[in-house]
């Protein structure tokens, strides 16, 4: 939000600072719910559903600087993240919507959150055993916040692949389980291959930055991988892209 300060409304002219000051009540709420992040709380205290996304847009912005660093972007995010209220109450009715109308369908749901121009946020439900299978995010970031239940996350970078581009090796980087309030991350340069699998009822929130659009959703690829690994190395697996 842009600030104000005396110069600016010495400038303003008399239809101007009557049409400011019929917005402030709204400038002043876009303050306190960025404010609720940035001071108005401790350090280590949780933060409601709409300083959380003021936050996410501040940080998300900054790829379109020089400077984006997608290493400390994930890391500022997934602290984000880590602070939510997951018992805010815009945030509850979501959970609490999707549950309602996805258990028992027989597959993963996905219901978004938010979306803006520089991220997106949106709620990933699965029942017990449910999984998303090998896949990639192209040229994007990820943070999943688990917010209930309990979820398995493997992540792989693209180790090598043959001439004929389908067929690869893929090096496992990293193997977790989330429980509530755990976060995994990805970035376009490492960990953005994942699988993950659910042991029980679990919802999670995933923020990507930029956002998924039609082009980047044809770019996505899934992957068969071999279970064992590439010549008895445990971190090594062979797969082809589908």
Not at 11 to 28: D, E, N, Q, V
Not at 173 to 194: P, Q, Y
Request: charged share 30%; aromatic share 10%.
């Amino acid at each position: 939000m842009d600030e104000y300060d005396r110069r600016h409304f010495i400038k303003t002219s008399i239809p101007g600072f009557l049409g400011i000051s019929m917005a402030l009540p709204a400038i002043t709420a876009f303050a306190t719910r960025a404010n609720a992040y940035q001071g108005r709380l401790k350090a280590d205290g949780s933060i409601n559903w709409d300083a959380f996304l003021s936050a996410i847009e501040i940080e998300a912005k900054k790829q379109h600087l020089d400077s984006w660093n997608e290493l400390e972007y994930v890391k500022q995010a997934s602290a984000i993240a880590a602070r939510l209220d997951l018992k805010d109450p815009s945030l509850a009715k979501a959970f609490k919507n999707v549950k309602e109308k996805g258990v028992g369908n027989g597959r993963v749901d996905f219901a978004p959150l938010e979306k803006q121009i520089d991220y997106h946020v949106t709620l990933v439900q699965f029942e017990k055993n449910e999984e998303i299978l090998h896949h990639d995010h192209p040229e994007m970031t990820g943070v999943l916040l688990c917010a209930t239940g309990e979820v398995e996350v493997w992540n792989y970078d693209l180790f090598a692949e043959k001439e004929n581009k389908k067929d690869v090796l893929l090096k496992q980087t990293s193997h977790a389980m989330l429980a509530k309030g755990k976060v995994s991350t990805l970035t376009a340069k490492e960990r953005n291959i994942h699988r993950v699998a659910a042991k029980e009822f679990t919802q999670l929130v995933d923020i990507f930055a930029p956002p998924y659009d039609k082009q980047r959703i044809a770019d996505s690829t899934w992957y068969n991988v071999d279970p064992e690994g590439y010549k008895g190395k445990d971190k090594l697996f062979e797969a082809t892209r589908i």
